[in-house]
């Protein structure tokens, strides 16, 4: 079980947006899948499916109403165009912030793109984009495996694995990498980096 090679079939990307005239810092994740997009858009918005490989969701799945996923974050359905763009409130604690979901056609496959944006605040200034991007990937990758027809990866269990910390190192440092083509100081988006993967994997970063 491995991520797919970044050069491949995964891209990551730092922006600078904005929602209803705030400024936002986007995070943006892509992959292609093996599944056709009716296919992948159901594994995405259909309450069961998403059980299977990310986490229970109870509430109105439509547009205009409200998700709340077990132990994590809710919100609105604000955006709903089957089978291409899926917009939700991401409300976890005291914060909000935005995701977008978009589908295309790529030959045989679908290529998922995901938007997280959220305001600047000193929660990123701590961990950079990777707190937002290792979670999404490790998502992405428990979708992946539902494909395949492989076991539910369940992500504390995944970090303690073997091969768990060094695939959540890569992805961290492939974030630090896009922290960096966005234009963080290379000294902020390195520490930012390390603490990423000291919280995913619970293994604190050497860095003398």
Known sequence: M???????SVDRRVTAGHHEGEPTLDVILARTFPVSRQTLWKMLTTPDRIAQ????????????GRYQLDGNAG?????CQPPNRLGLSWDF???VSWVELVLNDDSTASRLTLTHASRPSSHWSE??????GVGWELAFLALSRH???EERLVEEAFAASPEGPTLITRSSDEWGQ???AFGTDATEAQAATDRTTAFYTGISVDTE
């Open 2 to 8: 491995t991520l797919p090679p970044p050069q491949v």
């Open 53 to 64: 490989w990310f986490l229970p969701v109870r509430g109105s799945l439509t547009l205009g």
């Open 75 to 79: 919100g609105d359905i604000v955006l």
């Open 93 to 95: 604690g005291d914060d």
């Open 127 to 132: 961990y950079g984009p990777g707190a937002l």
């Open 147 to 149: 494909l395949a027809g």
């Open 178 to 180: 896009a922290s960096l």
